[in-house]
């Protein structure tokens, strides 16, 4: 297709713990196309942030090891030298970090850590530079934009940093943009700021955007297709509409109902832990030791993501014989998520 | 800034005070006063025109008003008379404290000009074959006594290959102001400095090479590398300003370790300086120096003290404005 | 009688030591807030990150000075009390910190870090100390083998419990939570959430719930206050801020809550910027002058706010 931006094929991240490489990524595949907004979605350790983290290329070389392929613009990302990576990097594909209290250099003011985006990709004289670094700075809603450009991270609110995250981001007019929970350190009422300005940016500029979360509301807001992340692999991707109108994937559904809603009376618990790197199941469903009530028999062997309607993937064939435990839930059915 | 500078500058003037009484009381609690200094060992003066001398001079006044001379005398500038070298304490010093100055800073110079570079390799190539020797010169120069380091160097440079001069601060023939002398002075420098520096370095190497370590896992520096920032720049910008940090703040507390560290250098090189003074004087009990000495290196430590309160604030907006 | 009443609480911003003293004008941190726990309650504080709703919670237990207001706590009057008599108190008022992590000692086993707080206040022989902390264990749904292990050997959630077994060891009357879950995932919070709703039920438990999530606040509590620049700016049943909210602070977080059907995107977007534009409009009405959060006022039985 002509319009896709990314495209991750098989992408495996191995890391090396106790002398042994553990796959936090294991064989994810996934296109981004121009103008569109995927999010990623799971828990902490589902290998969300590890799987931005490899296609930007910023895992420490020794303790990795990433197979598979991330095609971007007709080069395959995995397969470039730094410096080739580069000229990329901050150029075409740009990346919104999660904490905007520590993504910030503490020693260097504001208006030098934008401008050194340009003094890296962009042939602008000096004043040019400073030029467009207001300029960024009012288009993510900074009125104040020459007082913060003299000034440092500290001296600014959780909320400005993030929004100067975005302008440094946005400094070279990236095609895709990787935000990695870009709100989930920021206050709701600044959180919907955030929101709000990242989707009318992203209107402006037809960009495409990878999100990494694990607020289901961000999703709900922002993304246009959602995956769904479990153990490392993706368990269920779908457009957004039918992600949380019929939703499928028994991890999706617990997932949904853990979320108070203001109706039930008690939360939907799922059983267990999310198991650590090392000892993830590298066979069979992984979702299964977590739903003890769905015998074996109706798990996949080998599960895979299949299509069930267009543009609905599901791993596993679980889901079909899938149910919410009543007493789990209290008065509520395992009717599919309704929004209040 | 300027505002804070005046501050802190007023908080020493207490910490001054407090120093100047404590060594006052240790001098006096010295067995001896400047009289039986003076007329040690000469017996045709008898106690009581000893007894005399001392009721002239005020050697028996209360000790607030002895206090308040002899402080008094010390902000002019009079620290007294040298017993052993019958010449006021005060001319005694005056050249050597440019030596020890000279010595101090060249030696603070060439261990930051060589810690950095080490400290930056380690840290960044954590692991790898430079970090392994540059740690274990640590350990061995954080191993080795200053005095047997120093005797080696003076022995192999000094004696066996007479490459530079073993002693002195400055040839006796040199013209003072022309460029020999300076030339000189330097070349008298240079086996007291490495000898000093290459043994101080550690300090410096083990904290930048922990702190790159701790630094370059760090979320800015992802931002950087995200940027398309180029490898070198994200260390020796990002990094090493973030890393650099304790390094800045440590540097008036190592000025003044110098200065009060000079000892065994200067004794080794017989270099004129405060060091070599300072044991010279103990030596011969010569308490008006020592006291001069003490209350000088005191003094030194709170301005280092200082210094280091106020490079902090310059380099790290947080502290400057918080 | 209410359990714990606040009296126009007044906690100040903490002075740095200054040469001479200057007039200030700096703005406290909890400003004059009143409010009543009643037995048996669960009420929510809410706020956003620097409101002062930890602050308040951590007033209460003594953690932070107050220079103005009253807390009165089973009727007596915290301040006046002996060092003795407060102590007493302090027994039955317990907290629960956000972090686990970082709220444990890291050096003491779970069997020692339950007993702590019964070993403050309780002579106990060490087979009623033991079996003591194995109820709370097992209470809390931890392995009993759990007792000598240390904390950096459990989940974030296992945490929160033995952080809850603690709480819960000297059988407080008032529990505080200071933003119990906002350092889990979602699936570990909703653990986490019932078991607290439980143990509540279970003994009859008064509770202060702080946190800066609107949905979890409305499973828990039965009563809300909204915080704002230190001050309370409304507060009701959760029906009434729900349903009726009456300050454009309380409007304003209530539509920054993420909406979860993503088809009703639009509506939201505009219902946020309705409310913005109330917001710049009508400002004046609900604060003073200086831009300070107006008196609460009384609008039904249950709900107040600060409007003029």
Redesign the interface.
Same mark, same amino acid.
């Given at each position: 297709m002509e319009d896709n931006l990314l495209t991750i094929h098989k992408l495996r991240t191995s890391f090396l713990i106790d002398g042994e490489f553990h796959r936090a990524v294991d064989g994810v595949s996934l296109t981004i196309h121009r103008n569109e907004v995927v999010a990623i979605v799971g828990?902490?350790g589902c290998g969300k942030s590890a799987l931005a983290l490899s296609i930007m290329g910023l895992h420490p070389k020794e303790r990795t090891r990433i197979e598979g392929s991330v095609e971007f613009q007709g080069q395959n990302l995995l397969q470039l030298s730094t410096a080739k990576l580069n000229q990329i990097r901050g150029k075409q594909l740009a990346m919104i970090f999660q904490d905007p209290m520590t993504a910030l250099h503490p020693l260097l003011t504001v208006g030098r850590q934008i401008k050194e985006v340009m003094d890296v990709h962009l042939p602008l004289s000096t004043k040019e530079k400073k030029q467009r670094v207001l300029q960024l700075l009012e288009q993510v809603g900074i009125q104040t934009s020459a007082q913060v450009y003299q000034h440092y991270p500290h001296e600014l609110s #959780?909320g400005m940093r993030q929004r100067v995250l975005i302008a440094m981001a946005l400094a070279c007019d990236p095609v895709l943009l990787i935000a990695d929970e870009p709100t989930t350190a920021l =206050?709701? *009422?600044?959180?919907?700021q955030i929101?709000?300005l990242m989707k009318e940016l992203q209107q402006q500029s037809q960009a495409g955007i990878l999100l990494i979360t694990? =607020?289901? #509301?961000?999703v709900?807001?922002m993304?246009d297709r959602v995956a769904v992340m479990y153990a490392g692999e993706i368990v269920e991707l779908a457009t957004?509409?039918e992600l949380?109108?019929h939703p499928l994937h028994p991890y999706t559904r617990?997932?949904l109902h853990?979320?108070?809603? #203001?109706q039930?009376q008690?939360?939907?618990?799922?059983d267990g832990?999310?198991p650590a790197i090392e000892r993830l199941k590298r066979s069979g469903c992984r979702f299964a030791p977590r739903i003890p009530w769905i015998s074996n028999e109706l798990h996949e062997d080998d599960p895979v993501l299949r299509e069930i309607a267009p543009g609905h993937y599901v791993r596993c064939t679980c889901h079909q014989h899938f149910y919410l435990p009543a007493d789990r839930i209290g008065d509520e059915t395992d009717a599919p998520f *309704?929004? *209040? | 800034m300027i505002a804070f500078i005046i501050?802190r500058t007023f908080l020493m003037i207490p910490q001054l005070l407090l120093l100047s009484v404590l060594i006052f009381f240790l001098a006096k609690q010295m067995p001896g006063d400047a009289v039986t200094g003076a007329f040690m060992g000469k017996p045709n003066v008898s106690a009581e025109q000893m007894e005399k001398i001392r009721q002239q001079h005020g050697l028996n006044d209360p000790w607030i008003v002895q206090y308040g001379r002899w402080i008094g005398d010390a902000i002019r500038g009079d620290f007294g008379q040298s017993f052993v070298h019958k010449q006021p304490v005060t001319q005694l010093l005056a050249g050597r404290i440019e030596n020890t100055i000279w010595l101090s800073l060249a030696t603070l110079i060439v261990t930051y000009l060589l810690a950095i570079p080490l400290g930056l390799i380690a840290g960044r190539w954590t692991g790898g074959f430079a970090d392994q020797l540059i740690v274990t010169y640590n350990y061995v120069s954080f191993a080795t006594p200053v005095f047997v380091f120093a005797l080696l160097m003076l022995y192999v440079f000094g004696f066996v290959l007479d490459w530079f001069p073993s002693g002195g601060s400055v040839d006796i023939r040199m013209e003072e102001g022309s460029m020999e002398y300076m030339g000189d002075k330097l070349k008298h420098l240079v086996l007291p400095v490495l000898s000093g520096s290459l043994l101080l370095t550690y300090s410096t190497v083990q904290y930048l090479r922990n702190e790159i370590i701790e630094t370059k896992v760090k979320d800015f520096v992802k931002t950087a590398r995200a940027k398309g920032v180029p490898e070198n720049v994200v260390y020796n910008r990002h990094i090493l300003r973030h890393s650099m940090l304790p390094i800045a703040a440590f540097l008036g507390y190592e000025i003044t370790g110098l200065i009060a560290g000079s000892v065994f250098i200067e004794t080794i090189f017989s270099y004129p300086g405060l060091g070599r003074l300072f044991i010279d004087s103990i030596m011969a009990r010569d308490f008006t120096v020592v006291t001069a000495l003490v209350l000088i290196s005191g003094a030194a430590v709170i301005v280092g003290t200082m210094l280091s309160d106020i490079i902090l604030r310059i380099v790290d907006p947080r502290i400057r404005l918080g | 009688m209410p359990l714990l009443q606040l009296h126009n609480m007044t906690v100040p911003l903490p002075q740095k030591r200054a040469?001479i003293k200057r007039a200030h004008s700096v703005v406290p941190i909890v400003d004059r807030v009143s409010l009543q726990l009643y037995r048996g309650e669960v009420y929510g504080l809410v706020g /956003?990150?620097g409101c002062g709703k930890s602050t308040t919670a951590r007033a209460m237990i003594g953690l932070n000075r107050i220079t103005e207001g009253q807390i009165l706590f089973q009727g007596e009057d915290i301040a006046s009390l002996s060092r003795n008599k407060r102590r007493e108190q302090m027994k039955d008022m317990q907290m629960i910190f956000q972090d686990p992590y970082s709220s444990l000692n890291p050096r003491k086993n779970v069997w020692n870090s339950i007993a702590e707080p019964l070993r403050n206040f309780e002579r106990l022989s060490k087979e009623e100390e033991l079996r003591k902390v194995q109820a709370l264990v097992e209470r809390v749904g931890l392995n009993p083998e759990s007792l000598y292990q240390y904390p950096h050997q459990f989940?974030g959630?296992q945490r929160q419990r033995i952080g809850i077994a603690r709480a819960l060891a000297l059988q407080p009357k008032l529990l505080i939570a200071d933003e119990p879950v906002s350092a889990l995932? &979602?699936? &570990?919070?909703?653990?986490v959430?019932?078991f607290m709703?439980d143990i509540q039920q279970e003994y009859g438990l008064t509770m202060l719930f702080i946190s800066?999530d609107?949905?979890?606040v +409305?499973?828990?509590c039965d009563r809300i206050g909204i915080m704002y620049q230190g001050r309370l700016v409304e507060e009701g049943t959760v029906e009434d801020i729900?349903e009726r909210p009456c300050h454009l602070y309380t409007k +304003?977080?209530l539509?920054? &809550?993420? /909406?979860?059907?993503?088809?009703? +995107?639009l509506k939201?977007?505009q219902e +946020?910027q309705r409310i913005q534009h109330e917001y710049e409009q009508q400002v004046d009405e609900f604060f003073d002058a200086a831009g300070r959060v107006k008196e609460l006022r009384k609008i039904t039985a249950t709900h107040s706010a600060a409007v003029k």
């Open positions: 828990e902490s #959780g =206050d709701v *009422t600044i959180q919907a929101m709000e694990h =607020d289901l #509301g961000v709900a807001e993304a957004v509409h949380f109108h617990s997932l853990s979320l108070p809603s #203001g039930q008690k939360l939907h618990v799922i832990m999310v *309704t929004a *209040t | 501050k | 040469f /956003e990150s989940s959630g995932d &979602v699936s &570990v919070q909703a653990q959430l019932n709703k800066h609107l949905g979890i +409305r499973h828990m729900f +304003r977080l539509a920054a &809550v993420p /909406e979860m059907d993503p088809d009703k +995107r939201k977007l +946020r």
